[in-house]
């Protein structure tokens, strides 16, 4: 069985490289919806495949994302100044910031949420099926766990600034998703 939960975010971006010279070359933002797919073989004690309440470090980690400047790593030294000088919120990523790189670094990392999380009512084997990131009202991009390969990063190369970290309501969770 699959159920879906939906988050949204409102994020900004410039998506160097691409074909749109519109989003090539100018900070743009987008209304952000998020959609993560989870699988199991059982349903738990409850009759669910798991309780949403099991996804909390998925939203913080959405929500790191909201009203936040998200930087390519990749991007010019002076611009990434200027980005962190004027931003007090900036998620700084090892993808560039399309549908595609945000699918594929969500699914990374939430993939390790789920593993990590701790499951106490008679779940099944809970997994991550896909994830994805709406962009637009009219397009979205989807990733799975054979995409992976599309992409080379860990968890050390996703920077989070100190104006998103002081917002986490558990300042500890991303240092317990690094340890594992």
């Not at 549908?99 to 939430?110: D, K, S, T």
Request: glycine share 6%; charged share 25%; with cysteine.
């Amino acid at each position: 069985m699959i159920i879906r939960k939906k988050f949204r975010f409102e994020g900004a971006h410039i998506v160097r490289n691409c074909t749109s010279q519109r989003c090539r070359e100018n900070i743009h933002g987008h209304s952000y919806e998020v959609e993560v797919f989870l699988k199991s073989d059982q349903l738990d004690n409850g009759f669910m495949v798991m309780d949403f309440v099991l996804l909390n470090n998925v939203a913080e980690f959405i929500h790191s994302f909201d009203h936040s400047y998200t930087l390519w790593d990749g991007e010019a030294g002076e611009v990434k100044d200027a980005i962190y000088r004027i931003n007090t919120r900036v998620a700084e990523i090892p993808v560039s910031p399309s549908a595609e790189g945000y699918a594929l670094l969500f699914f990374f990392v939430i993939n390790l949420i789920i593993s990590k999380a701790k499951l106490v009512n008679g779940e099944g084997n809970v997994k991550l099926h896909a994830v994805r990131v709406h962009e637009t009202q009219s397009g979205y991009a989807e990733a799975s766990a054979g995409d992976l390969n599309l992409v080379r990063f860990t968890l050390q190369d996703i920077k989070f600034n100190d104006g998103i970290k002081r917002e986490w309501k558990d300042k500890m969770w991303w240092n317990q998703i690094e340890a594992f």
